[in-house]
């Protein structure tokens, strides 16, 4: 882990996982930058804590994932979690949140594809589900029929890991409030009116649109 190593890490949102000599996940995180995340555990090891440092006594080697938000990386967080139970991980579980029940929802949100956003279908009786359509709309007639089939689905009983995305993804609307793109399918009116809603959100997403206020 040379200072070159840690310098290509990308500088994105993420996931770090954490591996042994042997291959066993000891530790997940997120962060909003990678690079600048996991450069932190190799600072002085005098300024790290007792944690830390017997982390670095096990760690072999970090695998990286990009994903495009920091809700992206809460998700993946909790599913590794769950999926390997790591030692150095305190909370395994995530805290108890009831699951919002308001009307179905779209999160226009960035992507891992710099070309790409993230549409983040939302129904409090489905699991999340997520379609990647590209800012030029040149793949759009998939991605809009993706959506509709989800929100045309007939109510399913969620998962532990579904439950689970969902307080997530509570928890993250309670603290981000009024700084995402957020489309109430409720109030954007006809599908056609909802279609055009989209379009010009996806179109017009860029680095300085995700700072700006947009609710339907």
Not at 109 to 131: H, K, N, Q
Not at 145 to 151: E, M, T
């Amino acid at each position: 882990f040379d200072e070159t190593y840690l310098d290509d890490l990308p500088e994105c949102p993420g996931v770090y996982v954490m591996r042994d000599v042997d291959g066993k996940v000891i530790y997940v995180g997120k962060c909003v930058h990678l690079r600048d995340r996991v450069k932190t555990y190799f600072a002085k090891r005098s300024e790290r804590e007792e944690k830390t440092l017997k982390i670095l006594d096990r760690i072999w080697t970090v695998e990286v994932q990009e994903v495009g938000s920091e809700l992206e990386a809460l998700m993946l967080e909790a599913r590794l979690i769950q999926a390997t139970q790591p030692e150095f991980n305190k909370q395994v579980e995530v805290h108890e949140r009831g699951v919002s029940d308001r009307p179905p929802y779209v999160l226009v949100l960035p992507s891992a594809d710099p070309e790409s956003v993230e549409l983040f279908c939302v129904r409090s009786d489905l699991e999340i589900g997520t379609v990647r359509t590209r800012k030029d709309l040149a793949d759009w007639g998939e991605g809009w029929s993706s959506l509709n089939d989800y929100f045309s689905r007939e109510a399913a009983e969620l998962n532990d890991s579904d439950l689970a995305a969902h307080r997530i993804l509570a928890g993250w609307l309670q603290q981000n409030g009024e700084k995402i793109n957020l489309i109430d399918l409720g109030d954007a009116g006809a599908t056609e009116n909802l279609k055009g809603i989209l379009e010009a959100h996806i179109r017009d997403a860029d680095d300085a649109a995700w700072e700006k206020v947009w609710r339907i």
